[in-house]
């Protein structure tokens, strides 16, 4: 089996390490392909603290790909990342979620049969002593972290909105809330960068009014926000920043105004 490496020049290494200034995650050259398809070609950016940044471009630009890479769901072919001044290029999905690095996804991976503080608990259980199925099992002294880890994803369900629902089966909650108890497990590991992948994608308009109220009270509590969307008035009035992907490319980023006026924008969605 061909194993993928992960190229790094010195020169790329001496250009992150000399930065003063690239917390909480700094991406440079990253590159990643699936057989002849450059899903990401040589991407870098800086993501700044307690930010709102958002990353769009058309279907296949290659959005997702880059939360995946980042994330550690797939090793990159080049290229570094830099979290908090530690380098995570390559390193394995759990290790780097141990790291501060949370995610949600755009289909809602959710346990249908669990109730919604129990999707909750998953999140939090990646940070508990006696481990997720020795809490299912009553082991002791699981039972003491377990309540412990129950306490705190209530506290996440309080708020996104949800504690009066925390009882409820995750089925029988619609599209937006299991987006918002998605968002509820993700905190559970309590991350410093929460990646959200497609969050309003199906969603009504207060729900998305009442995402956005979320948004910005996370960051008021300290976290970083990176979005992946596709929403562009949503993007456009939340955002700090905005980088636009196209075929793998990163072809613009700046001001929300900025982007929507640029003409590489504008001919990625528009067409010639």
């Known amino acids: 089996m061909h194993t ?12 992150i390490e000399s930065e003063e200034n690239y917390l909480p995650l700094n991406v440079l050259r990253l590159s990643k392909r699936f057989g002849g398809i450059h899903a990401l070609n040589e991407v870098t950016f800086n993501i700044e603290e307690k930010s709102i940044i958002s990353l769009i471009g058309p279907n296949g630009a290659g959005k997702t790909t880059f939360i995946n890479v980042v994330t550690g769901t797939y090793p990159p072919e080049a290229g570094m990342i830099y ?23 755009q289909l809602q ?28 099992l009553r082991i002791h ?24 629902r925390a009882s409820d089966s995750i089925s029988s909650l619609p599209l937006g ?7 509820a497990r993700a905190l559970g ?7 959200l992948d497609e969050p309003v994608a199906g969603l009504a308009a207060h729900e998305i009014e009442n995402l956005v109220r979320l948004i910005h009270s996370l960051i008021d509590r300290g976290l970083t926000l990176f979005i992946v969307e596709h929403n562009m008035p949503f993007v456009m009035s939340i955002s700090e920043r905005v980088i636009v992907l196209d075929e793998g490319f990163k072809i613009a980023e700046g001001p929300p105004d900025d982007v929507r006026a640029n ?4 001919k990625a969605y528009l067409g010639e």
């Open 109 to 136: 991976e959710l346990f249908l049969s669990l109730t919604v503080l129990e999707n909750a608990m998953v999140g939090c259980h990646t940070r508990g002593r006696a481990g997720m199925f020795a809490a299912g």
């Open 263 to 266: 003409e590489k924008v504008i």
């Open 177 to 183: 809330e299991r987006k918002l108890v998605g968002m």
């Open 83 to 105: 979290f908090q001044g530690q380098n995570i290029t390559g390193l394995p999905a759990h290790k780097i979620a141990s790291l501060g690095i949370g995610r949600t996804f």
């Open 4 to 15: 993928s490496k992960v190229l790094v020049h010195n020169r790329d290494r001496s250009e």
């Open 141 to 164: 002294p699981a039972k003491a972290d377990e309540k412990r880890l129950r306490e705190e994803a209530m506290e996440n369900l309080k708020m996104i909105g949800l504690e009066q």
């Open 189 to 195: 590991m309590r991350p410093k960068l929460l990646m």
